[in-house]
T-cell receptor, first 114, second 113 residues
Framework: DAGVTQSPTHLIKTRGQQVTLRCSPK?????VSWYQQALGQGPQFIFQ???????QRGNFPDRFSGHQFPNYSSELNVNALLLGDSALYLC?????????????FGPGTRLTVT | AQSVAQPEDQVNVAEGNPLTVKCTYS??????LFWYVQYPNRGLQFLLK??????LVKGSYGFEAEFNKSQTSFHLKKPSALVSDSALYFC???????????FGTGTQLKVEL
């Protein structure tokens, strides 16, 4: 049973560029959430996708956008990259949107903005 | 708003001794509480959760956590620590609906021989 997978593992971009990160949820899961984990910090919630729509959003600017596909996989897009966007980006999946369901996390994509 | 505090940046314990990693929370309404562990260059692994019912929750790898509503705490415990337990531990809360988890800043657990 495959867990949550993310690609790429590492990415280096220049300020002002755009980036797309990808996530495949755990088998049987239909809900995907994205988190940003800065160095030495806990993960911060970016947004959640369910039924191909953004259902919940954290305190992140519109430069952060996403998409969910019919097979439940998801993309995170970040435009006009800033140095402060350098972080580990984590994808998490669950079955449904209930607050009581645990989320399963992927290994993350390490984004470095220079 | 919901928040989590992990007051200790690092906890050191000798192998075989009991360990406790502290967590307190602040929410409006009833909380769902979670513990996750993160190994270097890895994502977060789910350990256990409190939803309702028994205040003592048992999870993976021999870990357990005690929910205390009056003290708004959810401390992680293990009766006998292993060197392999050394990792970064995160407490998280969800009380606002949906999947939004709010995490603490993490506690680095170091178990020494």
């Amino acid at each position: 049973d495959a867990g949550v997978t993310q690609s790429p593992t590492h990415l280096i971009k220049t300020r002002g560029q755009q980036v797309t990160l990808r996530c495949s949820p755990k088998s049987g899961h239909d809900t995907v959430s994205w988190y940003q984990q800065a160095l030495g910090q806990g993960p911060q919630f970016i947004f959640q996708y369910y039924e191909e729509e953004e259902r919940q959003r954290g305190n992140f600017p519109d430069r952060f956008s996403g998409h969910q596909f019919p097979n439940y996989s998801s993309e995170l897009n970040v435009n006009a990259l800033l140095l402060g966007d350098s972080a580990l980006y984590l994808c998490a999946s669950s079955f449904g949107r209930s607050s009581s369901y645990e989320q399963y996390f992927g290994p993350g994509t390490r984004l470095t903005v220079t | 708003a919901q928040s989590v505090a992990q007051p200790e940046d690092q906890v050191n314990v000798a192998e075989g001794n009991p360990l406790t990693v502290k967590c307190t929370y602040s929410v409006s309404g009833n909380p769902y509480l979670f513990w996750y562990v993160q190994y270097p260059n890895r994502g977060l692994q789910f350990l256990l959760k409190y939803i309702t019912g028994d205040n003592l929750v048992k999870g993976s790898y021999g870990f357990e956590a005690e929910f205390n509503k009056s003290q708004t705490s959810f401390h992680l415990k293990k009766p006998s620590a292993l060197v392999s337990d050394s990792a970064l531990y995160f407490c998280a809360v969800n009380a606002g609906g949906g999947n939004k988890l709010t995490f603490g800043t993490g506690t680095q657990l170091k178990v020494e021989l």
